[in-house]
């Protein structure tokens, strides 16, 4: 219910959440924790979903379009008594009986998001909705991805869950961060109306085995460019930063927020800051000194520095990455030698 304060705001009363299914508290029925993963065939979500197929009181439901994502990542799974996989497209209603939602579902290569951004904005706002309305149905706890975009081209630096941004709301990435800001606007309206479940994750830079490999992203990139021996397209000016977290450490980070107590918003990342001219360097002298590291134009509105301040996710969930930058490529290295067909020279 709304009501007036003396100078006339409104006010919101949260209301206590729906009950769960009462098959949770029931004395003879063994439940497991029913969890749906909406993006779950693509880089983080199969990698979340290993973590929670690992704990055998967990049932995994993968809802994917497979815009981005694919089958192949899930494989181990397919057939197994605990896991599903439906082919649903978030911005449809979706019918389900589930304890925990994280929900996912979105491209995130800046390449794939600006492909079709009217579909990503309605993958954001509509999938989130139609998410939202779910958790309300059946009382289950949710958690957005959202991400470090939402600070836009930030001017705060590091960057806390306490600053609003910098953002473009008509430019060509906008579909992406501003259609995230709206997704944690829904999620915090659900939360005070409704009384849902709400973790909201700010995720930065992530990367690991799995990823596309023409996906576009910078640390993708560089390492395909480097395997085939191909130049390393270094966009200009190379002195933007970014701080990258490697994906067990993202996975991690994700399952403690939703466990916790905290809504959040919660920055998830790694503090390592690299300019990108750093970051091909990087790769150049681990994985193949040989090539060449060329300028190459950029696209608009590119953020020119980020770096999360993770003192929240610290205190609150007593998170913090493990892998370092230099540590985690060379797993990434073995992923994508194996994909590409490149062994390593002797
Ligand atoms: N990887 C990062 O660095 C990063 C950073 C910040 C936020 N995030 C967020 O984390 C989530 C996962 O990112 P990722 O890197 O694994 O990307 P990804 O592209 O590998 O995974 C996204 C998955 O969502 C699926 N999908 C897209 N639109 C859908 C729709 N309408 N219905 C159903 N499924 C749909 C794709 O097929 C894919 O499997 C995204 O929400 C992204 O915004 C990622
Ligand atoms: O972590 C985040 O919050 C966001 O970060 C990324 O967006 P972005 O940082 O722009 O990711 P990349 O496309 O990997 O670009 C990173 C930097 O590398 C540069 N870049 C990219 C590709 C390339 O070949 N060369 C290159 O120098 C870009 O100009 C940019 O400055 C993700 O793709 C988003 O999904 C995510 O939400």
């Known amino acids: 219910m709304a009501a007036n304060s003396s100078n006339g705001e409104q006010q919101t009363t949260s209301?206590?959440?729906p009950l769960p299914s009462?098959?949770?508290?029931?004395?003879?029925?063994?439940?497991?924790?029913?969890?749906?993963?909406?993006?779950?065939a693509g880089f983080i979500g199969s990698h979340l979903v290993d973590k929670l197929m690992e704990n055998e009181k967990n049932e995994v439901i993968v809802v994917d379009n497979y815009f981005t994502g694919s089958k192949d990542n899930l494989r181990k799974w397919i057939g197994h008594p605990r896991f599903e996989l439906i082919r649903h497209d978030v911005t449809e209603p979706l019918?389900?009986?589930?304890?925990?939602?994280y929900h996912l579902a979105c491209p995130a290569s800046p390449i794939f998001y600006k492909y079709n951004p009217v579909k990503t904005i309605k993958t954001n706002v509509i999938g989130t909705l139609n998410m939202l309305g779910l958790a309300k149905r059946v009382g289950a706890r949710i958690l957005l991805t959202s991400t470090s975009e939402v600070y836009g081209d930030p001017l705060i630096h590091p960057q806390p869950e306490s600053y609003w941004g910098n953002v473009n709301p008509i430019g060509v990435r906008s579909c992406y961060d501003e259609g995230k800001r709206v997704a944690e606007t829904l999620m915090f309206d659900y939360h005070r109306q409704h009384g849902i479940e709400i973790r909201i994750a700010r995720i930065f830079n992530t990367y690991g085995p799995r990823m596309n490999i023409d996906d576009g992203r910078v640390v993708s990139n560089f390492i395909a460019q480097a395997l085939r021996g191909e130049p390393l397209t270094v966009q200009k000016p190379g002195t933007q930063t970014r701080s990258f977290c490697y994906v067990s450490d993202m996975v991690d980070g994700l399952i403690r927020l939703m466990e916790g107590e905290n809504t959040?918003?919660?920055?998830?990342?790694n503090p390592g800051e690299f300019t990108m001219l750093e970051l091909a360097e990087t790769v150049k002298e681990l994985i193949n000194p040989d090539v060449e590291i060329k300028m190459v134009e950029n696209t608009p509105d590119d953020p020119r520095q980020r770096k999360p301040d993770i003192t929240?996710?610290?205190?609150?969930?007593?998170?913090e990455p493990k892998v370092?930058?230099?540590?985690?490529?060379?797993?990434?290295?073995?992923?994508?030698r194996l994909r590409l067909g490149v062994s390593k020279k002797k």
Do not use: H
């Not at 009462?22 to 779950?40: A, C, D, E, H, Y």
């Not at 370092?324 to 994508?336: A, I, N, S, V, Y």
């Open 312 to 319: 929240k996710a610290k205190e609150l969930l007593g998170w």
């Open 15 to 17: 209301k206590p959440p």
């Open 95 to 101: 019918l389900v009986e589930v304890d925990q939602i």
């Open 324 to 336: 370092k930058l230099r540590d985690g490529l060379p797993f990434m290295e073995e992923d994508f």
């Open 22 to 40: 009462p098959l949770r508290f029931s004395k003879f029925f063994q439940s497991n924790m029913r969890i749906l993963v909406t993006g779950g």
């Open 264 to 269: 959040g918003p919660i920055n998830i990342g």
